[in-house]
């Protein structure tokens, strides 16, 4: 942390006290995220709205209520207007799926890494969903990785808390075509982030808004065949034949404990 006291302003920034531009951590258009080197934990703040922050503390302090999770970021409370949670060095996953290593199984990002990252996911919003939140935006950039590789679900600053409206809009290609306060809903989005993680894109990546409505609205979804058993997984979550994430975690687990040659198959 830095030793200033004062809260630094640049522009519309309003950095938390003692924080300034060279710990920012994080940036996105409603906060930033800053890092405490000292403690080894981040503080997140809402740029203008205090409402999504006081969601993502309701939500926080729900889970630690029921004891937390090991693949959701640990809560340490609130500073001043934003809260303190676990610090995930390695960023976001996405660096590593753009970046897999030099194909032979080597890298950091293999299918069999991919497939555990999944699974740690729906386990993560299995927690969630029997803590009665809704994420409402489950996608590849707001899952973070541990010192130790482990996945990380974040980012709940727009979910839904015993059936509060959610806070956040969620990206076409990840968009349940029903109801969003829903466990369906996420557990769609669910089958879009896993599609992600194994091919490096977004399901109907390039497509227009307007024909991926359409299409999910009709049960068209991008073709999984060549991704194996995980391919299947990822069909059921987008024909809503999953009931919990419990469910989606067991196949994932599957997929898993099975020989790597199916999994071979998967494009990275």
């Known amino acids: 942390m830095a030793n200033s006291n004062d809260e630094y302003e640049v522009g519309e920034i309003k950095y938390p006290t003692g924080f300034g531009l060279k710990d920012i951590a994080g940036w996105g258009s409603t906060g930033l995220v800053v890092l405490d080197k000292a403690s080894g934990t981040v503080v997140k703040t809402a740029h203008d709205?205090?409402?999504?922050?006081?969601r993502e503390r309701r939500v926080y302090e729900r889970f630690t209520e029921r004891g937390g999770h090991p693949n959701i970021l640990r809560y340490y409370g609130t500073f001043e207007r934003g809260i303190r949670l676990e610090h995930a060095p390695r960023y976001n996953i996405s660096s590593l799926i753009q970046n897999p290593g030099d194909g032979d199984g080597k890298g950091e990002a293999t299918p069999e890494r991919r497939l555990r990252w999944a699974a740690q996911v729906a386990d993560a919003l299995g927690f969630v969903h029997d803590s009665s939140v809704i994420h409402g935006d489950v996608k590849l950039a707001n899952v973070l990785l541990g010192a130790e590789l482990d996945a990380k679900l974040t980012d709940f600053a727009g979910s839904?808390?015993?059936?509060?409206?959610?806070?956040?809009?969620?990206?076409?290609?990840h968009q349940?075509?029903?109801?969003l306060v829903s466990t369906k809903a996420d557990i769609?989005?669910?089958?879009?982030?896993?599609?992600e993680l194994?091919?490096?894109?977004?399901p109907y990546e390039g497509?227009?808004?307007?024909?991926?409505?359409k299409w999910y609205s009709r049960g068209i979804f991008p073709d999984v065949k060549?991704?194996?058993p995980v391919g299947s997984v990822i069909a059921e979550c987008w024909q809503g034949k999953y009931a919990t994430c419990r469910e989606v975690v067991q196949d994932l687990k599957r997929?898993?404990?099975?020989?790597?040659?199916?999994?071979?198959?998967i494009p990275i």
Do not use: H, W
């Open 49 to 54: 709205n205090d409402e999504l922050v006081e």
């Open 160 to 173: 839904s808390i015993d059936g509060s409206p959610l806070l956040v809009g969620v990206a076409q290609s």
């Open 176 to 179: 349940y075509p029903g109801e």
């Open 188 to 195: 769609f989005s669910l089958g879009c982030l896993i599609y």
């Open 198 to 202: 194994m091919t490096g894109t977004s």
């Open 207 to 213: 497509r227009s808004d307007k024909d991926i409505k």
């Open 226 to 228: 060549a991704l194996g």
């Open 255 to 265: 997929c898993r404990e099975s020989t790597l040659s199916p999994v071979s198959t």
